[in-house]
Every structure is written in structure tokens, then in C-alpha cells.
């Protein structure tokens, strides 16, 4: 009998293939669900599940070939090392401990294929105006300011860095 989650997900988009066309993440995901007991899932409808049903979720993934955890390893791995590259540093990439050192920044390395921030992005390089270098700052509420992040191109980075 299948998982009342996954065949929720079915019934909402048709399949499984279809849920990752609209932007669900669930490679990403399934990363962050395991260390957790319980962790929602932003969709409209809102999916909560356990480690039981995330490891279904994991295995049907896995199953339809959605799911590549050697491609996923050796993914990150290229990305750590070109970052390090770039900025100067040395891809350490050892679990638990920064990916790239460097003698300013601890560097942690995601390569994604969809990142939500990119389109926050675009807009602020529509609204950038010449001769400023476009950034996001994510606020999120309830937290202290002095704990947003910023996003900004690695160019523009690089160029900041070169310039200390």
C-alpha cells in the first residue's frame, strides 16, 4: 500500500514528474528531511512527513530516476573546486567541515538546479542602477537584521574582494 503523502502528491499533480515540473524540490528536499523528525513542505496544500515517509518519498525518487546521490556527490564536489579556484582558496569538502577555506570567508558550496533567490536577483538587476553592484538581502521574520543574507554574483564578489 502506498504512503497516503506520495499518493497525495500524485492526486494533487498528476505524478511525480509533474510535481518536480512545478518547482517542488524534491532532491533538495529529501537532503534536509532526513537529520529531521517532521519538516513541512512549502507546496500550496502543505505536505507534513516523517522520516519513514520521507524515505519512501527518497526511494521512489530513487526508483524513477529522479534521484542521483553519485551525481549529486560529484556535482558538488566540481563546484568546490572551481569556487575555490575562483576566490583563491582550497576545496577542503570534508563532511561537517567548510568546502572551500579560505583566508577571509568558510565557504559552503550549494549547486542547485532551481534557486528560488535567482529571481529576486533579476529584479534587482533591473532596478540597479548604473554603476552599482545589484544585491538581495533576505530578511526573515522574526529574526534579528544583523542575521539576513545577502546574495550577490560571484563577479561582483571577486571584483569586492580584489578591491580589500
Same mark, same amino acid.
Given at each position: ?81 572551481? /569556487? ?66 545577502? /546574495? ?13
Amino acid at each position: 500500500m502506498e504512503d497516503h503523502n506520495i499518493v497525495a502528491l500524485k492526486d494533487r499533480y498528476g505524478n511525480i514528474d509533474e510535481a518536480i515540473d512545478n518547482k517542488i524540490e524534491f532532491t533538495e528536499i529529501i537532503s534536509e528531511i532526513l537529520p529531521e523528525l517532521k519538516l513541512h513542505i512549502d507546496t500550496p496544500g502543505g505536505i507534513w512527513l516523517t522520516r519513514e515517509e520521507a524515505e519512501k518519498v527518497k526511494e521512489l525518487l530513487l526508483k524513477e530516476g529522479k534521484m542521483n546521490p553519485s551525481k549529486n556527490r560529484q556535482r558538488g564536489k566540481a563546484t568546490e573546486r572551481a /569556487i575555490a579556484k575562483r576566490l583563491g582558496g582550497k576545496r577542503v569538502g570534508i563532511l561537517g567541515r567548510e568546502d572551500v577555506s579560505h583566508p577571509v570567508f568558510s565557504i559552503e558550496c550549494k549547486s542547485v538546479s532551481r534557486f528560488v533567490g535567482g529571481k529576486w536577483f533579476l529584479q534587482a538587476v533591473r532596478n540597479c542602477e548604473k554603476g552599482k553592484i545589484p544585491a538581495v538581502i533576505v530578511h526573515v521574520t522574526g529574526q534579528h537584521y544583523k542575521n539576513d543574507y545577502v /546574495i550577490l554574483k560571484l563577479r561582483d564578489f571577486e571584483d569586492f574582494l580584489g578591491k580589500l
